[in-house]
């Protein structure tokens, strides 16, 4: 088993940037693909992003291709999800998952964080 903790949430202004991390325990954590996920009040929880377990493939969803960033430090058992141009409707609870396959499909993920929560000012 793995457990997540995420970091790095907090309040931004449009157009901001903030990187979240994704803490890992155990030290197989390089066996795992990371996804983040995020839910917004009211929504469905949605795919922003995922990671192969070297890190060395990416996925992300169009809204935020090209304005976040996934990197792993697996010596660190770390992943990180760099946001950038941030905007209003980036705002939701956000969190990681691992698993074996790099999916853009919750249920392909057993383990999940507790989420960190991001909001974007106008």
């Known amino acids: 088993q793995v457990q997540l903790v995420e970091s790095g949430g907090g309040l931004v202004q449009t157009g901001g940037s903030l990187r979240l991390s994704c803490a890992a325990s155990g030290r197989t954590f390089s066996r795992y693909a990371v996804g983040w996920f995020r839910q917004a009040p009211g929504k469905e929880r949605e795919f ?40 209003p409707e980036d705002t939701a609870v956000y969190y990681c998952a691992a698993g074996w396959l790099a999916s853009r499909k919750g249920r392909d993920y057993p383990y999940w964080g507790q989420g960190t929560q991001v909001t974007v000012s106008s």
């Open 48 to 87: 922003v992003g995922a990671s192969t377990q070297s890190g060395s493939n990416t996925d992300y969803a169009d809204s935020v291709k090209g304005r976040c960033t996934i990197s792993r430090d697996n010596a660190k058992n770390t992943v990180y999800l760099q946001m950038n141009s941030l905007r």
